[in-house]
């Protein structure tokens, strides 16, 4: 592809995302699997245990403008790559499972925001939306190949296997990294001058809440995934119980969110540009709620793949929207701190959405909770439908 033969720097971080992405999708589905079998709570724990430790994003957006950013994002990959390598070894229980899940959800949040920053700084501003998307498509490997992939694993091989996975592809994209070169903080004051990391923080919160864009990006986020997020729980239990599927098919619909996800990140590398990022936002939430809402109601596998085919389209241009909105009106010494505001809102919802997606399944079922969900979703639009002035 010509955007990335013209800028090989940024190839290097696309390649990184493409291969440990698609090993999170590998290890995500593994670790949904290895918990379901103890009920839908056990599944809302394990999925929480991912979702709390990315609460940190603004501390790690402070580190992430502080730091060499690519050294942090190297050092994150690779101490992912160990962490999945124990699993794989040890297969722990759930109470020894847990503490492992959260260290591996720390270190990608301390990645994520100078991942997303570093883009920034590798990619001219007419450029980026369109970077934007191929890193989209790059990271939605974790939703398509990586469940299609662990699913087949958990299924024939086991569940070490698919840890195994997780763990190489981790160690591979640490390694693409070291080829990044340096990318060292933009300011560097004297030392006597310069704040400690919580200062810093405070002031990423304090900018994040008197900014209009971040603070709308921050409250849409939150709406958004806290309805949203009860599809990670829920989809397991639609595919085993009302539609009577195996595990494999578990992960073929799962899989289907990936195939939006992809199919909307291809189109955007080419009309991102066409359209302000706020369009792509605003569209992106009501299709992901759409989507869901189609899930809920399916009556066939089939059906189910469409849903999610179509929530994981709409996900991916909100991600677009959202992230090159951030890189248009958020000054660059501070997109670090703006990042890890932004999806660290995103991730505590996600965390309760963990919490009251298992006992809503139990009560109401999957379907009646994929419909809650997707409905609850549209309130996001409704908050992000005003372009950010």
Not at 157 to 174: C, K, L, M, P, R
Request: hydrophobic share 55%; with cysteine; proline share 6%.
């Amino acid at each position: 592809m010509t955007f990335l033969r013209d800028l090989p720097r940024f190839r290097y971080l696309w390649l990184s995302k493409a291969m440990s992405s698609a090993g999170a999708g590998v290890g995500r589905t593994a670790l949904v699997l290895f918990a379901a079998s103890s009920g839908p709570g056990a599944v809302s724990l394990v999925l929480v245990g991912t979702a709390l430790p990315l609460l940190a994003g603004p501390l790690a957006g402070a580190v992430a403008d502080r730091m060499d950013q690519r050294r942090l994002l190297a050092g994150c990959e690779a101490g992912q790559g160990i962490v999945y390598a124990v699993m794989a070894l040890t297969q722990p229980p759930l109470p020894a499972l847990l503490p492992l899940v959260i260290l591996a959800s720390l270190l990608a949040t301390f990645g994520a925001p100078a991942g997303k920053s570093a883009v920034g700084r590798l990619v001219p501003a007419e450029r980026r939306s369109r970077a934007n998307a191929l890193l989209g498509l790059a990271m939605n490997l974790q939703i398509i190949a990586g469940p299609a992939i662990g699913g087949v694993l958990a299924g024939t091989t086991g569940i070490s296997v698919a840890f195994g996975v997780n763990a190489a592809s981790f160690a591979v994209s640490a390694l693409l990294l070291t080829r990044l070169g340096p990318l060292a903080p933009l300011e560097r004051p004297a030392p006597e001058d310069r704040p400690g990391l919580l200062a810093d923080t405070i002031s990423g919160l304090r900018y994040a809440k008197e900014h209009p864009v971040v603070r709308r990006l921050f409250l849409g986020m939150v709406i958004f995934v806290t309805f949203a997020a009860v599809d990670n729980v829920a989809l397991v239990f639609l595919v085993r119980r009302a539609l009577h599927g195996p595990t494999i098919e578990y992960g073929i619909v799962s899989a289907a969110f990936g195939v939006g996800m992809v199919t909307a990140s291809l189109a955007l590398t080419v009309q991102a540009n066409r359209m302000p990022a706020a369009f792509w936002l605003t569209g992106g939430a009501i299709a992901g709620a759409v989507g869901m809402v189609l899930t809920g109601i399916a009556p066939s596998t089939a059906v189910a793949c469409a849903g999610q085919a179509v929530a994981g389209a709409g996900n991916t241009a909100a991600l677009v929207g959202t992230d090159t909105l951030v890189q248009e009106r958020v000054p660059e010494h501070m997109l670090g701190r703006a990042f890890g505001t932004v999806y660290g809102g995103a991730q505590l919802a996600s965390a309760l959405s963990y919490i009251i997606a298992g006992p809503l399944v139990a009560l109401t079922g999957p379907r009646a909770t994929l419909i809650i969900g997707g409905t609850g979703a549209l309130l996001a639009a409704f908050v992000l439908r005003s372009r950010p002035a």
